[in-house]
């Protein structure tokens, strides 16, 4: 299943927008439905994007490079800018359904943010920047000072609040 374009996308696309993206390099860890990095196409970027699954790698136009990767295991390179919208609520051992890897995180929600965020300085460019959504239902477990994290942009929805987080190399 390829993950929908949501108000989670929608907010992390919002963040790409304000930035000056010309000639930079970017990468969208998990790209899903593709909209993150064909807005970071039209604001100017060498887009790179990668995901776990070819069938959202094979929708997106070619002058975006495509890597099948579990986050950074097939990733090379550096970037001046990282988004990942991830799984990110918490696992409920009584539902399992289709499609539940697109949005479910690990036990607490926030294994995989856990994850991403220890790898991304690894692949930041001095100045270089990571954007990452986080939702209000996943466990709070210490994300924003584990990582030094700025909060950047938050909407309130009637189940959640989205935030998306921003995380930066000097």
Same mark, same amino acid.
């Given at each position: ?21 010309? $000639?930079?390099?970017?990468? =969208?860890?998990?790209?899903?439905? $593709? ?6 196409? =039209? ?14 790698? @094979? !929708? ?9 990767? @579990? ?26 359904? @289709? /499609? ?7 036990? !607490? /929600? ?7 965020? =220890? ?19 996943? =466990?709070?477990? /210490?994300?924003?000072? @584990? ?24």
């Amino acid at each position: 299943m390829i993950y929908p374009v949501s108000e989670d996308t929608l907010l992390l696309k919002k963040q790409v927008e304000q930035q000056d993206l010309e $000639g930079e390099k970017a990468l =969208e860890i998990g790209t899903g439905n $593709g909209l993150i990095a064909e807005t970071m196409l =039209e604001k100017g970027a060498k887009v790179t994007a990668s995901d776990i699954n070819k069938k959202a790698l @094979d !929708q997106l136009p070619n002058q975006i490079k495509t890597v099948q990767s @579990d986050l950074f295991e097939s990733i090379e390179d550096e970037f001046d800018l990282i988004c990942f919208n991830p799984p990110y609520l918490p696992e409920d051992e009584d539902k399992e359904f @289709d /499609g539940s890897e697109t949005w479910i995180g690990g036990k !607490q /929600g926030t294994e995989l943010t856990e994850k991403f965020l =220890e790898e991304a300085p690894n692949y930041l460019r001095p100045g270089g920047q990571a954007f990452i959504v986080v939702s209000s239902l996943a =466990e709070d477990r /210490g994300l924003k000072k @584990d990582f030094d994290l700025e909060v950047v942009a938050k909407e309130k929805h009637w189940f959640e609040t989205l935030y998306v987080m921003r995380l930066s190399i000097e």
